[in-house]
């Protein structure tokens, strides 16, 4: 199977790594207007550079495309891919303007390809034994969830400025993953943050540290938590609590070793950055993608799923501006 | 050192145990409206039954009064114990409505005797051993503070009418925890919840899963989760992001023994009820009020802690109900 | 009912707490050779010093005797209180010598009094609780037993001198907990140690790191892995492997606090001390004592068991100086 | 980087995968009598088939060659490559016999040839953080050792009879590792075992039960216990106490997912089967085998580790059989 990548950046060379490892996908082409990205990446894995995305995108034989390129350019690449009728995965978010998102979802419906969101956390072997576990009634009916997703360090400040915020940019796969557990869309959203963690972020208009309380119809509630500091890692645990008892996702641990001296009992930290932390995610992604492309079908993970996360970040961003609940209706 | 029992029922048979087994005090009379009660409870530890509060209050060589009546008649007995100016212990709370505190509170200052409030978890080992060790810097300024803490089942609705509904009656614990552990008080909160354990709950009018956010001058972000309902047991634990790491306080367990079989590693599940798992927090507030009596020195929890508690309470009834963030100078 | 104690020492003060604490039993005398240490204890509690052991347990009203003396008088003690007929308890070992051992417990026979050895970690509820599941048929039939028992920091040199060496000092209590789990009398042995600690203990003739393999006449394997330094404190800890699964008893942890740094994941060491790790297991075995004198029965652990502990111990002796295996009938 | 496989079996197949996935090898031919499993395996990898090994090894190009075939063959096999002077690895035992595998060694030697043995676990990443810890002094002066190595369920009958024992066959693992981590030569050993999973095991003059301790010269106790039964899974930890602390290395978890209901809290598992729990471990051997190639250097584990790991092996059927312990000068 023949894939294009639209971007050759840090989460480009993870999927081209995935493609490659991949026993039936081939990397065809890669595109990136850092033509010396783009060379190395193609050079790695035995691909050719092609210059623009049309170009790659409505070359001979090509079945999929991967767009791994900045936010800006995300509509553009998927409408692209529709208009060649090509299957298309694409990071997340889709835009961050619902109303561009919308658009774009109308073509790719007309289109009729399929498109698939990189929500790669759904993938991840940890939360998808929770959520299959949930779905058995391990715990009977769902009544809280508690999402914890902390990044070790801040991004660069000039990522935070284009990053659309804290909700848009981090706590967009939380809202992912709470629609992937609760089995109810979240009706009613109330948000609040602090700048605690550096002062340039704040000077930015957003926020570092933050929570998000969720309910859904049904009245079961929900709550992420986000922090852009966690000097002891990559924090990313889940906590559902059912009338039947409670399941935990934790963090795992890069070695079972464990040290007892005069002082204290110590353990591994959890993975320190999110390409080690979700490399197993990243693989059965891309999997489910080329399942996706190969069989014909829909994604697990889908273009309305991008959008519905994206709603409630921007539902998050009212509510922390003006501090107060926000309806899924406003 | 002798001490006069007000109330004795479930909680006022906890403190006469641990006064029995304190070298430092004895328990000399008991009073409770319900006689045979008080008979048996005196009987059991050599003490005298007698008939009314102010009888006992006033009797010749009493040093401290423990009052573990109902709720409703927690003021009265206060206002008894400071007329007497004896040194008095009540559990919490002092009332349901601030300004009958507040009235209260001004006669207890006016005597001069020291009031100590029964928020017992303070004492608890592990919560203590997390606060002094937040206190000392060990994971730097705080920034996040959750709080879980659920039953494992509802109380019988008899209770539940009286109660003053969840944040007045669970959650005043989690608050006054929060305030031991934040370092500053929050100024403002909002509070959801839903009725999701029993319907019964939501017909008296309270709810029984419920979220409370709130934040501090400071910009420190808290969150507590309480249920009715927890079928694994009396689950409180307490989790603290700081700059410089995170502080975790889990469930203790009963032993350490662990299966493996066949289907899964098995350990022991939380202790199921509160007088269990908080065993030794009781026994080390009473020994705190005992040593409060005997310097003459002011308790590590008073009176204003007990206000201070109750008016979040009462700020999270209001946020709830009135489905918006409620500022604390409200 | 009043209970005499032959031995103020450390263990003595142990046992007379746990008597003060008990509502059915009082410390009526106390006997020592260093009579200050027997004073100060008595007043401690409300007891008479009395000067000699036989005045003390020939006294009116005793019901049961403690002997918590040096090892080379428990012979005597034991058959005082045979004498005067008073149920005795008594700590580990009995005597260093098998024939003292026997002639005292024939002797105890013919008396028809109760004699309880102090083996305190029967009564551990992490030990227990692991014994009552095997009994259970939790991992199905017992294969191998694995005893992990480590002191922080040897004891003084002159402790070391007189006790016995490590089988019958320290390995003494995990031979009879192998007995305790086994269900059935291991016939072979093998033993053997060195001298990594404490060059003086090699001087003294003694070992204080030791490994014992035994198996019983179904061939089930048991080993006992012992140290006299574990500087992260006292580890003792069970594994029994079934055809039906695994058992695991671990060290408890004195609080449940967790620190996650920038460097580790950390938390508490086992408790250091042998007072601290077995507290409840002493009270619980002081509750056995007067169960056993108010009964009138005979104890979970009695002479025989001493008896075979400690005849185990005399094995292993042999073949770690000899080398080679021993079998229970030489 | 050209490599040969000879033996098409489970094993062959491992490292067949792990020679695909890699980026500086190919799999170029192989070889098995089971000519249809040969095709097989070829057919996945793009390799070719070849009838004999003596073609294969003296094939053009080829630069390493892998002997997977019955343990009866090893010997003919390395010799072969020597002969033709190319780096070979072998899985483990070299040889049953002793004699043999000398005989074996000294051919190698004077080709100069590379011969890295299997020995999988020292590739381990939890065992090879525990020995890279261990080696940088974080418990002092190593003391005592512990290696728990339990299969899930018993081999084939056919298996076991042409095994050589469980000592050569299973514990020679657990011998390698102990020499592994020891840091001198075990000099002296008692094994002992029973069998008490499958009575076949015990007709066929063999034993699925076992126990080995072992000493060095500066007097380190190490003990390795194995069983062919844990039903929970493929048990595999390791325990090393030092002057300065103890170190462990545990089992791994599938998944962190955690269960808390009405009767425990449940987790996960050991892996069941080698080839999953080891599956890092045999990347990152075939990795070192191939920089063995590549740098024309020595390989971590080689012939003499494989002839000390048997010899100890031999010691341990010696031990056990005549039921005394064995000095290795013997």
Chains 1, 2, 3, 4 share one sequence.
């Not at 409408?79 to 060649?84: F, N, P, Q, V």
């Not at 969720?214 to 986000?226: D, F, P, Q, S, V």
């Not at 950055?273 to 993608?289: G, I, P, Q, S």
């Amino acid at each position: 199977m023949n894939l294009v990548l639209l971007g050759a950046g840090r989460i480009g060379r993870v999927h081209a790594a995935s493609i490659a490892r991949h026993p039936r996908a081939r990397l065809q082409a890669v595109v990136d207007v850092d033509r010396p990205a783009a060379e190395s990446l193609a050079a790695e894995y035995g691909a050719k550079v092609v210059d623009s995305a049309e170009a790659a995108v409505s070359g001979p034989g090509v079945e999929g495309v991967l767009v791994c390129t900045s936010t800006d350019t995300h509509v553009e690449m998927i409408e692209l891919a529709a208009r060649y009728e090509k299957p298309v995965f694409c990071e997340k978010p889709i835009d961050l303007d619902l109303k561009k998102v919308d658009a774009c979802l109308q073509k790719v419906e007309k289109s009729g390809i399929a498109l698939m969101i990189g929500f790669n956390r759904r993938f991840d072997p940890h939360f998808r034994a929770l959520e299959q576990r949930l779905a058995a009634g391990e715990i009977g009916s769902l009544e809280m969830l508690r999402i914890t997703s902390r990044d070790p360090e801040p991004p660069p400040m000039e990522y935070v400025k284009v990053s659309g915020g804290i909700f848009k940019d981090m706590t967009i796969h939380d809202f992912d993953m709470a629609r992937f557990l609760l089995g109810e869309e979240p009706v009613e959203l109330f948000a609040t943050g602090s700048c605690l963690v550096d002062g340039e972020i704040g000077k930015a208009g957003d926020i570092d540290t933050s929570l998000v309380v969720m309910r859904t119809a049904g009245g079961k509630l929900c709550y992420i938590e986000n922090s852009r500091r966690a000097i002891y890692g990559y924090d990313q645990r889940i906590e559902a609590l059912g009338s039947g008892g409670m399941l935990q996702a934790g963090n795992p641990s890069p070695t079972t070793v464990t040290r007892l001296s005069e002082e204290a009992v110590t353990s591994d930290k959890p993975p320190y950055f999110f390409l080690e932390r979700y490399a197993e995610a990243y693989r059965a992604e891309l999997d489910e993608f080329i399942q996706v492309v190969a069989e014909g079908r829909a994604p697990a993970v889908d273009g309305r799923d991008g959008r519905a996360a994206l709603a409630l970040a921007e539902a998050a961003t009212i509510s922390n501006r003006e501090a107060r609940p926000v309806k899924m209706e406003d």
